[in-house]
Structure formats: C-alpha cells, structure tokens
C-alpha cells in the first residue's frame, strides 16, 4: 500500500505561468516624482538677493564662468556665498581662482552708498585685478 506511487503529486505544486512584476505603480511613482521636482528645483536657487540699478545699454554676454563679488543693501561684501565683508581684500589675495585669472565682476544693490562699492573695488585692485566690471541690469532699448 505505501508503494512509490502514492507520494507522487502531493507536497510541492508548481504553478503552470510566469509570474511578472506590476511595473505600473513604479512608474506612477517616478512620473509623480518628476513632477516635484521638476517644479521645486527653480525654488532651491541659492544667492544673495540684489536689487541692481537698471541702466540704459545694450546687454553684454553673459559668462558664467566669471568671479563675482556681492555688495548687499546693507554694505555686506559676498565672495560667492561666503561673507567677506570684515576682510575683503585678503580674501580676495588668497582666493586661487583671483590670482590665476585676474578678472571680477562686482554686483552691487543699487540703494549701497557709493563709497562702499569704491571700498570694494580699491580693495580688489590692491588684491591684483586687473579687469574689474560692475554687473547692472540692463533696460531693453528699443
């Protein structure tokens, strides 16, 4: 009675169809995600926030790749994102990209006394620039 035929087809079963993996929900998921972050990336701009003098002239190429110092309202000097403003000078002379290129943008807010932005410019020629150009914003001339 207990011969080798009876045990068959009991215990293990194997199912007859593949089993596939429901991509649909990840890919709602990842369009989900694209949609935020497609809209809160042009909110994670980080900078220091300058009003510049709008003045009348013909808009000049815009180069990234250029130095930029910040003069806020309130007479604080920014080398980037780091306030410079108790040390401009020597923080301009160890700065390496300064030394190499010898080139500087200035980006003053338009309500800054002009003696601090002169401060800074004098401070940036006795640190060895020898290009210095004030960034403005540009009035459309028609």
């Given amino acids: 009675m207990g011969g080798s035929g009876g ?3 009991r215990g293990k079963r ?7 993996i ?17 809209v809160t ?8 926030h300058v009003d510049l003098p709008k003045v009348k002239s013909a808009p000049m190429p815009a180069e990234d790749d250029k ?7 309130d007479s604080h000097v920014y080398l980037g994102k780091d306030d410079i403003t108790n040390d401009v000078e020597a923080k301009l002379r160890s700065n390496a990209r300064l030394g190499d290129d010898k080139e500087l943008m200035v980006q003053a807010d338009e309500g800054v006394p002009y003696g601090v932005v002169l401060r800074v410019m004098a401070a940036a020629r006795a ?5 210095l150009g004030m960034v403005t914003d540009p009035l459309v001339v028609k």
Wanted: aromatic share 2%; hydrophobic share 55%.
């Fill in 67 to 73: 130095l930029l110092v910040i003069v806020t309202k």
């Fill in 41 to 48: 990336a042009p909110m994670l701009q980080t900078g220091v």
């Fill in 7 to 9: 045990g068959r087809g």
């Fill in 22 to 38: 429901n991509v649909t929900p990840l890919i709602d998921v990842m369009l989900v995600l694209l949609v935020i972050f497609m």
């Fill in 127 to 131: 640190a060895g620039v020898e290009k």
């Fill in 14 to 20: 194997r199912l007859g169809g593949m089993v596939e």
